[in-house]
C-alpha cells in the first residue's frame, strides 16, 4: 500500500496568516493526489484535485503544488471559515490512501 | 443539483452484517463512480472500496476483503455497502460519494452523503 505522510498533524495559525500543509508519498504517484477539508460533523469537501487543480467553487485563496514525492497545501490568507481539518488522498493506486490529517487551529 | 442521501444510523452486534444504501440523483448515475470511505469516531478517513456503476468493476482495500460488498441498482440509482463480521472496530460513521469512473481519471470524490453511523455493541 501507498503510505501518505502528512505534516503537521496539527497547527495554530491565525486570520490572515500564510499556512503550507504537506504530504509525502511513499513511491510515485504521479499528480493523483487530492486535498479536501473536513469541518466537524460534517462530510469531507474536495478542495484540489490533481495536485493542483482547484475545484470549482473553492476560493482561489487555496493551491496545491507537487515536487516529485512532496505535495502541498497552500492557503494564502487564512479566514475564519477555513479553520478545519485537511487530508490528503492519493487517487494513484489502490487502497487510495489517506493521509492522517492536519487540525488548523486558531 | 447533485444529492447523496444515506441510510439511517444502525446499531449491530458483534458478528452480524450492516447494509448501508446511499440514493444518487441530480446526475447521470452510469457516468460516475461511487466510493466509500468511512471515519472512526475522532479518527481520520479511511477508503474503503469503489465501483464503476456502467460495468459493475469494483476495488476493495485489502482489509476489507472478503467482509466488504459493494452492489448498485442502476434503476433506482442506489448504490449499497455490506459489511460482515462486524466488530467494535467497526464503529465509524461510513460515507458514500460520487467519484471518477476510470482510474486513470483525476475527478475526485466530489459529492458526498451525510454519512451513516454505524455502532458495533454488545
Known amino acids: ?106 | 443539483q447533485v444529492k447523496l442521501v444515506q441510510s439511517g444510523g444502525e446499531v449491530k452486534k458483534p458478528g452480524a452484517s450492516v447494509k448501508v444504501s446511499c440514493k444518487a440523483s441530480g446526475y447521470t448515475f452510469t457516468d460516475y463512480g461511487l466510493s466509500w470511505v468511512r471515519q472512526a469516531p475522532g479518527q481520520g478517513l479511511e477508503w474503503m472500496a469503489w465501483m464503476n456503476p456502467d460495468n459493475g468493476h469494483t476495488k476493495y482495500a485489502e482489509k476489507f476483503q472478503g467482509r466488504v460488498t459493494m452492489t448498485t441498482d442502476t434503476s433506482t440509482n442506489i448504490t449499497y455497502m455490506e459489511l460482515r463480521s462486524l466488530r467494535s472496530g467497526d464503529t465509524a460513521i461510513y460515507y458514500c460519494a460520487r467519484d471518477r469512473l476510470y482510474d486513470w481519471n483525476f475527478h475526485p470524490a466530489d459529492f458526498w452523503g451525510q454519512g451513516t453511523l454505524v455502532t458495533v455493541s454488545s
Request: contains cysteine; charged residues 15%; proline residues 6%.
Open chain 1, 1 to 106: 500500500d501507498i503510505q501518505m505522510t502528512q505534516s503537521p498533524s496539527s497547527l495554530s495559525a491565525s486570520v490572515g496568516d500564510r499556512v503550507t500543509v504537506t504530504c509525502r508519498a511513499s513511491q510515485s504517484i504521479s499528480s493523483y493526489l487530492n486535498w479536501y477539508q473536513q469541518k466537524p460533523g460534517k462530510a469531507p469537501r474536495v478542495l484540489i484535485y490533481g495536485a493542483s487543480s482547484l475545484r470549482g467553487a473553492v476560493p482561489s485563496r487555496f493551491s496545491g503544488s507537487e515536487s516529485g514525492t512532496h505535495f502541498t497545501l497552500t492557503i494564502s490568507s487564512l479566514q475564519p471559515e477555513d479553520f478545519a481539518t485537511y487530508y490528503c488522498q492519493q487517487t494513484y493506486s489502490s487502497p487510495y490512501t489517506f493521509g492522517q490529517g492536519t487540525r488548523l487551529e486558531i
